[in-house]
């Protein structure tokens, strides 16, 4: 595939500031939790409709149950920003399954229409995030569409076998015409500010059929950012591979949309959690080399968030509460030569985070040059002492001293107040 060189660019001050954010994925799947018929899907439970070969008219039926009689929109919204620190949630209104968790007047495959409950939820998550100040961003699945006979599908490796689709046989600009695009703006009018369109799986999109959805999503909210997915190469930011984190600082805006278990929908046997600490360290990497967080909740068919996910999101938000401020508006450093195994950097101008992850007699910091005019403990503002020297072997060295109440700790973040805009990192050298 041919790569354009052109450094992303969202030209958007909230988006480069905020770091982490909420995906929610929520939809019919919800309801299977991974099972159909007594048969598991071993994939993400967001595909079993596909990986487990579901015919439409059966998976139709599913609407019939929906039933979010535990879905807070304004508590699940306040749990984010209060609690787990999230700046904005990006939402899917409609996955690949095709149905839309919105009352759309284009499709009557919808959350209000086909449903015994009737409630809009997106207009109810919209109202939470526009009362609470939370940037909303909406997942669109604009290519894949499992309940449209023109919209693509993936052929996967199937559990259940089934003949494989042959897209390049549908229609596809049809269905762009009659229900993405509809729908596209269904979503920018109908819900106040719209912050972002995350696009996914672009599969055969020509660039023309990227660029129709992008000008439309323009046209209607010029500030909306449209995610790496729209294909082509053509969105305002990289969007990485799920759950895949780059080894080195990035250029440009990206973002790491990354699960807290191995699905991204509700799947009730995946208890493969992720721990607290090790969402933090990746946050902190993301920070480093300059990206942004985007981390799933699945809620159930019932619509209240798993207890583990509340427990280590909780977790990850005490960490960002007293430690925010070397998280939230942070860019990109340049590469420091070694691979601590105690911790990592953050940095804004003028000043440099030390993310501390184990505990440490001090923290040495071997070809850091800086002039540090001051180093304390983040979370209470204690000052720190320290010491700006030379190694026997002539390479720079900055020292930050503990005291005994510190050295057992972990998960802590010291503050270095450096006179240079950014700290020098010497390369390694013979
Ligand atoms: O929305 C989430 C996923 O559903 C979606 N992107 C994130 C944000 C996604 N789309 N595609 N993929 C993820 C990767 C697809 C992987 C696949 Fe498979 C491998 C498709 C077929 C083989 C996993 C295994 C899904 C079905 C079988």
Redesign the pocket.
Known sequence: MKKIDRIPDTGQQWYKDAKYGL?I?WGLYAILAGEYKGQKT???S??IM??LNIPVEEYEKLAGEFCPERFCADGLVRMAKESWGMKYIVF?SK??EGFAMYHSKCSPYNVVDATPCGRDILKELADACHKYGMKLGL?Y?QA?DWHEPDGYM????MENEKPPVDNDARDFQHYLDNKVKPQLKELLTGYGEISLI?F??PMGMTREQSMECISLVKSLQPDCIISGRIGNQLGDYTTTG?NFIPRLPFDGDWEL?ATLNDT??YNKDDNNWKEPEQIIRTLVKICSRGGNYLL?AGPRADGSIPEKSVEILNAVGQYLHENGEGIYETQKLGIYPYELDWGEFTGKPHRMFIHVFKPCKGLGMMNLSANVKKAYLLRDGSELAYKVEETCEGDSMVTVELPQGLRKQAYYCVCLEIEEEWPVFEPLRG
């Not at 993936?154 to 490796?157: E, L, Q, R, S």
């Open positions: 995906f994925h071993d994939h993400i967001e595909w596909n990986t899917t996955h690949h997942y699945s894949q993936a052929n996967t490796m995350w996914d799986t799920d949309p991204w929908g799933n």
